[in-house]
C-alpha cells in the first residue's frame, strides 16, 4: 500500500538558515509527488508538484526514486515560510486524484 | 469567485445525532472529495465523487454517507455510527486526474 511518511512534526530554525522537510514514500508503482501547505487561518493549498520541476516561493523538491525521497528544500528561511506543510503521493495509474498524505510537519521560522 | 465553500465553520453536535457539513464548488470540477484532519495523522480520504451520481469509499469510510445529486454540491453525513467524528473536515474538488486538488476551509466538528 503507498504509504508517505515526514518524520518531523516540527522543524524550527532561524530567518536565513536552510530548510529541509523531509518526505519519504513507499509505493511500488509510478507515483506523483506533491507538496502541499497551510498557511495560518488559510486553506491547504498546493505548493509545487514534482512534475512541474520548478520552484515556488525559493522551495524546490527533487524527487529521489532510489532513495524514495521527495524531500523539500529552501537555502534561505522567511519568516513567512512559517506553515504545515504536506506531502503527498498520487498513483499515475488510478483513474482519479486520490492523494495520500503525510502526518505534516510544522515549519516555525524565528527572526 | 470561483472556489470551494464549506459551511459552517465551526459545528457542535450531541453524541448520537447525525450531522451533515457542506460543501459547495462553482470552478465547474467534476470531482469531489471529503477528507478529514487529525493531529498527528494528516488527511486522511473518506469518500470521493468522480462525477454526478456516483462516488465511492475512501480509506476510512465507515460511519460516513455523501450524495452527489448535483455537479457542484457534495455534503457529507457524519452519522451516529462514527464512532469517533470529533475531527476538521476538509472538502476538495478538481477538473480532472491531471490538475491539483483545490481545498475548501473547513469546518470543525465536535461531538460531545
Known amino acids: 500500500a503507498q504509504r508517505v511518511t515526514q518524520p518531523e512534526k516540527l522543524l524550527s530554525v532561524f530567518k536565513g538558515a536552510p530548510v529541509e522537510l523531509k518526505c519519504n514514500y513507499s509505493?511500488?508503482?509510478?507515483?506523483?509527488l506533491f507538496w502541499y501547505v497551510q498557511y495560518s487561518r488559510q486553506r491547504l493549498q498546493l505548493l509545487l508538484r514534482?512534475?512541474s520541476r520548478e520552484s515556488i516561493k525559493g522551495f524546490t523538491a527533487d524527487l529521489n526514486k532510489g532513495e524514495t525521497s521527495f524531500h523539500l528544500k529552501k537555502p534561505f528561511a522567511q519568516e513567512e515560510d512559517s506553515a504545515m506543510y504536506y506531502c503527498?503521493?498520487?498513483?499515475?495509474?488510478?483513474?482519479?486524484?486520490?492523494?495520500?498524505f503525510g502526518t505534516g510537519t510544522r515549519l516555525l521560522v524565528s527572526p | 469567485d470561483g472556489g470551494i465553500t464549506q459551511s459552517p465553520k465551526y459545528l457542535f453536535r450531541k453524541e448520537g445525532q447525525n450531522v451533515t457539513l457542506s460543501c459547495e464548488q462553482n470552478?465547474?470540477?467534476?470531482?469531489m472529495y471529503w477528507y478529514r484532519q487529525d493531529p498527528g495523522q494528516g488527511l486522511r480520504l473518506i469518500y470521493y465523487?468522480?462525477?454526478?451520481?456516483?462516488?465511492q469509499k475512501g480509506d476510512i469510510a465507515e460511519g460516513y454517507s455523501v450524495s452527489r445529486e448535483k455537479k457542484e454540491s457534495f455534503p457529507l453525513t457524519v452519522t451516529s455510527a462514527q464512532k469517533n467524528p470529533t475531527a476538521f473536515y476538509l472538502c476538495?474538488?478538481?477538473?480532472?486526474?491531471?490538475?491539483?486538488?483545490?481545498f475548501g476551509n473547513g469546518t470543525r466538528l465536535t461531538v460531545t
Open positions: 503527498a503521493l498520487r498513483d499515475l495509474n488510478t483513474g482519479f486524484q486520490k492523494l495520500v
Open positions: 514534482h512534475i
Open positions: 470552478l465547474n470540477h467534476d470531482a
Open positions: 476538495a474538488s478538481t477538473i480532472d486526474r491531471g490538475t491539483p486538488l483545490h
Open positions: 465523487s468522480q462525477i454526478v451520481n456516483d462516488f
Open positions: 509505493y511500488s508503482g509510478s507515483p506523483e
